[in-house]
Nanobody, 116 residues
Framework: QVQLVESGGGLVQAGGSLKLSCAVS????????MEWYRQAPGKQRELVAT???????KYADSVKGRFTISRDNAKNTVYLQMNSLKPEDTAVYYC??????????WGQGTQVTVSS
């Protein structure tokens, strides 16, 4: 089965940086997009960043200029570089991929906590 495993989360002070990784394993024929979502306590899950197969990127307004999504096709890995972190960035961050066949796969999430 397809698996997505996130890593890189942790505790960081406001203004600091973290880099999240999501490694995809299993049989995936064609990935149309790789994405990062996040969910804070008591809030709905929200889309943070998207990168397509053509390297087009899109970001939520709240993270523009601070976060960068990238991918390494050879390693089947997507990254989220997070700079200038704020306490409101605290959430569980989830990796998601969308395939050409319309399938969607989610990772289990990694906790990011930003202290004041």
């Amino acid at each position: 089965q397809v698996q997505l495993v996130e890593s890189g989360g942790g505790l960081v002070q406001a203004g600091g940086s973290l880099k999240l990784s999501c490694a995809v394993s299993g049989r995936v024929f064609s990935i149309n997009a790789m994405e990062w979502y996040r969910q804070a306590p008591g809030k709905q899950r929200e889309l943070v960043a998207t990168i397509t197969s053509s390297d087009s990127t899109k970001y939520a307004d709240s993270v523009k200029g601070r976060f960068t999504i990238s991918r390494d096709n050879a390693k089947n890995t997507v990254y989220l570089q997070m700079n200038s972190l704020k306490p409101e960035d605290t959430a569980v961050y989830y990796c998601r991929i969308r395939t050409a066949g319309g399938a969607v796969y989610w990772g289990q999430g990694t906790q990011v906590t930003v202290s004041s």
